[in-house]
């Protein structure tokens, strides 16, 4: 059962490149997100989406770019990387916007 | 707006004692409630959820949850901390969007940790 998962896992790279993160899960869930971890301060939400062709801005958005081309799958892209998006980023999804999320294992982007 | 607020950043307990994280809640309709656990480098895994049926909510590895709507909380217990029990613990409120859409919000955690 795979569930989420993310590609790539870890990945090291200069301010100013471009990164995509891949999120695709096999749930069938209507729901994804894309949340960034930083110390003491919880899981924030970057974008997500409510179905297939569909994004929406959440709590941190700045410096981000997402897609929903097919349901199962979720992007998330650095367009320009600063050192201020190294963290944790986690990917869900969920069949609804109140029911059980599921998460992958993270992904830990380091930009120098 | 709805949100949550995880009263202590960190809880250390023995191996063998009670365990309690504590959570308040603010919504202006009755919400979701969730917690999840991270263990170090690991993602996130459901521990249990409220979603307005029983108000003790008994969830995996003998964690359990009681929903008190006139208290406002969703406190975390478990009647004997393992040592596996040490890692990171979220709560979690489901939050309606200008869009009318839902969403999952997040405290932000509270470490747990477990000495022999």
């Known amino acids: 059962n795979a569930g989420v998962t993310q590609t790539p896992k870890f990945r090291v790279l200069k301010t100013g490149q471009s990164m995509t993160l891949l999120c695709a899960q096999d749930?069938?869930?209507?729901?994804m997100y894309w949340y960034r971890q930083d110390p003491g301060m919880g899981l924030r939400l970057i974008h997500y989406s409510v179905g297939e062709g569909t994004t929406a801005k959440g709590e941190v958005p700045d410096g981000y770019n997402v897609s929903r081309l097919k349901k199962q799958n979720f992007l998330l892209g650095l367009e320009s990387a600063a050192p201020s998006q190294t963290s944790v980023y986690f990917c869900a999804s969920s069949r609804t916007g109140n029911t059980e999320a599921f998460f992958g294992q993270g992904t830990s982007p380091t930009v120098v | 707006a709805q949100s949550v607020t995880q009263l202590d950043s960190h809880v250390s307990v023995s191996e063998g004692t009670p365990v309690l994280l504590r959570c308040n809640y603010s919504?202006?309709?009755?919400?979701?409630l969730f917690w999840y656990v991270q263990h170090p480098n690991k993602g996130l895994q459901l521990l249990l959820k409220?979603?307005?049926?029983?108000?003790l909510v008994k969830g995996i590895n003998g964690f359990e949850a009681e929903f008190k709507k006139s208290e406002t909380s969703f406190h975390l217990t478990k009647p004997s901390a393992h040592m596996s029990d040490a890692a990171e613990y979220f709560c979690v409120v489901s939050a309606s969007l200008n869009t009318g859409f839902q969403k999952l919000v997040f405290g932000t955690g509270t470490r747990l940790l477990v000495s022999p």
């Open positions: 409220y979603t307005s049926a029983a108000t």
């Open positions: 749930m069938n869930h209507e729901y």
């Open positions: 919504s202006s309709y009755s919400p979701s």
